[in-house]
């Protein structure tokens, strides 16, 4: 089995800062696209942001852009997601997610994309 693991949520208030963590164990990272959701009460899970393979290639959702920053380290097999002036709009459980069968550089942005996804954790932005 893959295990993704979630750490870093939390409770803040609009403008602040966190950083989410995802650990991957019994996975060979760098084959995996790796990328970050959200799932808001009452709606449907949605791209957050991705990164490649490679690490060389990013990609985010418009509601995130320029805030957040996705980004990976191969030799600890973690993938990070800094997420910088939170909203309101951020409230959500984020869950980590993987994907294999992807090229070195391709940053894919639909849930039908991964294959392996974590516990989630949650994410209360007040305003």
């Known amino acids: 089995q893959v295990q993704l693991v979630e750490s870093g949520g939390g409770v803040v208030q609009a403008g602040d800062s966190l950083r989410l963590s995802c650990a991957a164990s019994r996975l060979s990272f760098n084959f995996y696209a790796m990328g970050w959701f959200r799932q808001a009460p009452g709606k449907e899970r949605e791209f957050v942001a991705a990164i490649s393979r490679s690490g060389g290639s990013t990609g985010y959702a418009d509601s995130v852009k320029g805030r957040f920053t996705i980004s990976r380290d191969g030799a600890k097999k973690m993938v990070y997601l800094q997420m910088n002036s939170l909203n309101p709009e951020a409230t959500a459980v984020f869950y980590c997610?993987?994907?294999?069968?992807?090229?070195?550089?391709?940053?894919?942005?639909?849930?039908?994309?991964?294959?392996?996804w974590g516990q989630g954790t949650q994410v209360t932005v007040s305003s």
């Open positions: 997610a993987a994907a294999s069968r992807v090229s070195t550089e391709v940053v894919p942005a639909g849930g039908g994309d991964y294959d392996y």
